[in-house]
């Protein structure tokens, strides 16, 4: 079975916000969220840059499967697919996998999987998400992913939060997102698997030639 390496987007969660807020059917969008990010700001507070799980929806997915073959990218958005079809296609590649890993920085991704299979009402029972902050003992939310790619001479692009993320959206379409969804996937999976190297659960060759195939993709 692969190992994953996931990440995700997410931008509000505008037809949910409409029922939370009881918001007219009518309201533009742009003020439906926000509505949504004032909330969000008055009871959580400006440090809390991540809307909550059911606050905010699944726009980009990227999984990078580790296998026998090497190391192989799909990437999904909303552009194309539907959230059902994004979490479907993300449980498609967990149900054929023992591990995955993510960068979580704070996200709470699956919580987030979880609740947003809820409010589709599918069948969501996938081994959880093991967080690469974990693993190297950091907690999640605590250090960014840029920060500590940089330290490796990884590229990686800052994640903004959701409310930044929105108005990227709105201003340069789906594109940006799909960018640094894909670049930090990328260095997630050249930082875990360094990790597994050092952990004595990847063989030197091994991790030479995924990092490469990784740093290709």
């Given at each position: 079975?692969?190992?994953l390496f996931i990440n995700l987007?997410?931008?509000?969660d505008?037809?949910?916000?409409?029922?939370?807020?009881e918001?007219?059917?009518?309201?533009?969008?742009?003020d439906v969220a926000k509505?949504?990010?004032?909330?969000h700001v008055?009871?959580r507070?400006r440090?809390k840059i991540f809307?909550q799980?059911?606050?905010?929806r699944?726009a980009?997915v990227c999984?990078?499967?580790?296998?026998?073959a090497?190391?192989?990218?799909s990437?999904?958005d909303?552009?194309?697919?539907?959230?059902i079809?994004?979490?479907?296609?993300?449980y498609?590649f967990l149900?054929?996998?023992t591990?995955?890993?993510c960068?979580?920085q704070?996200?709470?991704?699956n919580?987030?999987?979880?609740?947003r299979?809820?409010i589709h009402?599918?069948t969501f029972?996938?081994?959880?998400?093991?967080t690469?902050?974990?693993r190297?003992r950091?907690?999640?939310g605590?250090t960014?992913?840029e920060?500590?790619?940089a330290?490796?001479?990884?590229?990686?692009?800052?994640?903004?939060?959701d409310?930044l993320?929105?108005?990227?959206?709105?201003e340069?379409?789906i594109?940006?997102?799909?960018k640094?969804?894909?670049?930090n996937?990328?260095?997630?999976?050249?930082?875990?698997l360094r990790?597994l190297?050092?952990?004595?659960?990847?063989?030197r060759?091994?991790?030479?030639?995924?990092?490469t195939?990784?740093g290709e993709?």
């Amino acid at each position: 079975m692969p190992q994953l390496f996931i990440n995700l987007e997410t931008l509000p969660d505008i037809d949910g916000a409409r029922q939370m807020f009881e918001l007219p059917a009518d309201l533009q969008v742009k003020d439906v969220a926000k509505v949504l990010f004032h909330q969000h700001v008055s009871t959580r507070g400006r440090d809390k840059i991540f809307l909550q799980p059911w606050q905010a929806r699944i726009a980009v997915v990227c999984v990078i499967a580790i296998s026998d073959a090497g190391a192989e990218l799909s990437s999904f958005d909303m552009e194309q697919y539907d959230e059902i079809e994004l979490l479907q296609k993300l449980y498609d590649f967990l149900s054929h996998s023992t591990y995955s890993f993510c960068w979580d920085q704070g996200r709470d991704l699956n919580a987030l999987l979880h609740v947003r299979s809820m409010i589709h009402q599918l069948t969501f029972d996938a081994i959880p998400l093991r967080t690469v902050e974990r693993r190297l003992r950091i907690p999640p939310g605590s250090t960014s992913l840029e920060a500590i790619a940089a330290r490796f001479g990884l590229q990686s692009i800052a994640m903004q939060g959701d409310e930044l993320s929105w108005k990227q959206y709105r201003e340069q379409g789906i594109a940006p997102l799909c960018k640094r969804c894909r670049t930090n996937v990328i260095a997630t999976a050249q930082l875990g698997l360094r990790h597994l190297l050092t952990a004595g659960e990847l063989e030197r060759q091994r991790f030479n030639q995924l990092v490469t195939a990784c740093g290709e993709l």
